[in-house]
């Protein structure tokens, strides 16, 4: 069981084009989008989540094309953070996370304990009983981080779910940027969630990442693990730039640096 993208393709009102893009996302993987700007990694994020309907080729869950599953089920098997993830009604932080639970029958001793986890693992637990709207941007990611959590946090399910993110640490602090990415790696270690992020930061991807997708110009260059997928040709093709490779001391893969002029 798998979230699969079969010869998908996308093309927008304003002639942005992917294109036969083939890839998996498995449970018990982090999987991270790279490639440059207007590469279509939030494209692609929108496909597999199904909020995009793709003109080329189909995405499954579980062999079941994506449009064909009802809704609230989808909700409870797959959550979205979108880059920009946007709400201005003066909602308590608690609420928002809280937000999370509606694919779920309503248990409130289960939804207040699910909640409450989830605001301790993404640090704003004191922000509980503040309003959203007065939160810093960092702020906000994070109970939107809690809140997608809470989504696919139902412990009495047995099949596997899907999270998919779009740039989630880009206004986060590198505090919490770490510790959320250590968060999502132990979450795939169990084997029943698969993680699907886009990130800019390539020795990130590196560290975290058990598998990378390379996108350039809307098309699939690479996907794979690190050391497949983060060649120098790969890189210096597609960036533009001269970089080398060292060795990162805790495995086999690597940072990159880019030499001085």
């Known amino acids: 069981m798998s979230l699969v993208a079969e010869q998908l393709g996308f093309h927008s009102e304003n002639e942005f084009r992917l294109q036969n893009i083939c890839c998996e996302i498995r449970p ?8 440059p700007n207007g590469s279509g990694k939030t494209s692609l994020i929108k496909l597999l989540a199904g909020e995009l309907a793709p003109t080329q080729g189909r995405v499954t869950l579980d062999n079941v094309d994506l449009h064909d599953w009802h ?7 797959r959550a979205v953070m979108p880059q920009h993830a946007t709400l201005d009604f003066p909602f308590r932080v608690r609420d928002v996370v809280a937000l999370g639970r509606s694919p ?12 409450e ?3 301790r693992h993404f640090d704003v637990e004191v922000l509980g009983d503040r309003m959203y709207t007065t939160l810093s941007g960092g702020e906000r ?3 939107h981080l809690a809140r997608v959590w809470v989504q696919l946090s139902d412990p009495e399910g047995i099949f596997p779910r899907y999270l998919l993110l ?7 602090d590198m505090r ?7 968060l999502l790696k132990q979450s795939v270690s169990g084997g029943q969630m698969g993680v699907v992020a886009v990130l ?14 390379l996108l350039n110009e809307g098309e699939l260059v690479a996907a794979g693990t690190c050391k497949q997928v983060m060649t120098p040709e790969n890189i210096q093709n597609i960036y533009q730039i001269p970089v080398e490779f060292l060795p990162y001391t805790r495995g086999e893969n690597h940072v990159i640096a880019v030499p001085d002029d």
């Open 200 to 213: 800019h930061d390539l020795s990130s991807a590196v560290r975290y990442a058990d598998r990378l997708i």
């Open 141 to 143: 990611q994070r109970v």
């Open 104 to 115: 779920y029958p309503r248990d409130v001793q289960k939804d207040t304990t699910l909640v």
């Open 176 to 182: 919490h940027q770490r510790e959320f990415l250590s």
């Open 28 to 35: 018990g993987e982090l999987s991270i989008i790279i490639g």
């Open 117 to 119: 986890q989830a605001m």
């Open 71 to 77: 809704s609230g089920k989808l909700a409870q098997r």
């Open 166 to 172: 779009d740039e989630p640490t880009s206004a986060l």
